[in-house]
Structures are given as C-alpha cells and as structure tokens.
C-alpha cells in the first residue's frame, strides 16, 4: 500500500506542533510527511508499522521518527476501558533541529539524535518512563512553557543507552520541487478551507495545467481535492462540536457549508452519524469517564 502525504500546519507564532489526539480506537493509516515525529502512546495495546517493520507495542510506547518514513498505528485494546486512547505527538522541522544547534552548541546531542531518527527510533522503557509526565504536561502548557519541557525530553532521549533503531535504512527524500508545490497547495487549502476554492487556482500555484494538477495531488495525497477539503471542514466541525456549545448550523457556516442539509449529509457519510449524535456521544463518553 502507498502511504498517503500528511501536511502538517506548525501554529503561527511557534516553531513546532502538538497534536494531543484522545480517540476510542487508533485505526491504521499509513502515512508519511517531512517533519519529525515523536509520539507517545498511551492507554493503548496493538501493533506499530515503520516503514518495512511491524512490532506489537503497549502503554508508554515512545518512537522518534525522521522525515518522509512511512508509518502507522493500529490499535483496538485499552488497557483501562473506561478512558480513551491517547497519543501525545510532537512535529518539529529539520531548520529547527538545525537552527537549534547554531544557536546553542549544548544542544549538540539532539542533532545526532535527528540523524538517528531518519530509520526510527524506539526508546528503552526506562527513558520512556522518565519522560512520560513531561509530554503529558505539554497540552496544558502555553507555547512559551512548552518548549523548555519539549528540550528537556529530547536531551534525555538523546542520552538513551536502551535506544533501538528500528529499520535498515532510511527513506529517499522527496524532490524538493514537488514537496513546495504541494505545500504551496496544502497550506493554501488549510488556511482557506472554509472559503470557496476552485481547482484553477490549485493548479496555477503549483504551475500545472488542471489536468496535471488532478493527477498530481491525487499521486501524493492518495485522495481528490474536493475528497481532501471535505475532510479538514469535517475535522474542523468535529473539533467545534467537541470544544465548544455553538449551534450546529453556526458550525456548518464556519467550516464553508452555506447548506444545512448538504452539511448533515456529508457529516454522516464521514463519521457515520449526524452532527449532534456526536456531540452527544462524545460528551456523554467524557462524563462517563470523569
């Protein structure tokens, strides 16, 4: 199977992301994207996917993975039915890695641990213990307190004596011309989501005629434009219905469907229920736990 591209979107105003994912189950979905990863897994039993290399994983499970590696999660079993799965993962950039060493030589360490990373890296069960509480505070944390703890982590990842290298080798980097057309691509449908976008423009920022363009976005994507924006204004949607009490039609507005009904429906073929049965399950399943 081809792994799919993932664009991730560093927030405006930080040098890196956090994505604190709380789900039932962790359904396999193998992809791939530029950044580094760092991933904690936790409440959580299954099996782990790098690039060539399966391995089953538990509780407390912590992987650094370098750019452009394949890779995958797939879990079914909680160790505590009552609270959901959860996996804390950090994206950072190679400029980061690199501009973090200009600055400060004490940070040394990490570079070498990047380079390691490019075949992935699992940590022994004593660094992963030591580090746990630390990504655990991260969601609760400004971006200014963030970054000290995240520092904190990778120094003592790169001291790890239990480290494991997990593929042979590591992946041949994208051309650099197609990654910024992409990016150019994704970064524009991230930002404008919610706003009409026609495929001209699409097409014109990654200098192609539209039939190209198709062709291309669906070779790195694995998925269709129109397939691809549908899924970030559900994912919006999902995150309103879920953080805050605004109605279900505001919502819809806001995520760039001037059709109720036509929001309902594609709501439903994505999640498999229509938008306030989510809400309501979600909410209920948080108070049953709490």
Known sequence: MRPQFEHIVV????????????????????????EFELTLTVNARGQRFIADRIDDFDDGDL?????????????????DPAQPMLAVVVWFRSEWVEGLARQFPEYAAVVELAA???????????????????????????????LPLLLDVLLQLAADTGVETLTAM?????????????GRVLEHLHAQFASPIEV???????????GAFHRFFKRHTQTTVTAYLTRLRIGYACQQLIQTDKAICVIADAAGYANLAHFNRQFRAAKGETPRDFRRRYRSSRASSS
């Open 63 to 79: 992987v650094l993975l370098g750019p452009e590696l394949p890779h995958s999660w797939s879990a079914v079993e909680k160790l």
């Open 11 to 34: 927030p405006a105003g930080q040098s890196w992301a956090l994505l604190w994912r709380e789900v039932p189950t962790l359904p396999f979905a193998w992809h791939y994207h530029p």
């Open 116 to 146: 390691a990373a490019c075949r992935g890296l699992v940590f022994g069960r004593e660094t992963a213990v030591a580090v746990r509480p630390l990504l655990m505070s991260l969601h609760d944390k400004t971006p200014a307190q963030r």
């Open 200 to 210: 001209e423009t699409l097409a014109e920022m990654a200098a192609m005629s539209v």
């Open 170 to 182: 590591a992946p041949p980097p994208t051309a650099d011309r197609q990654r910024e057309r992409l």
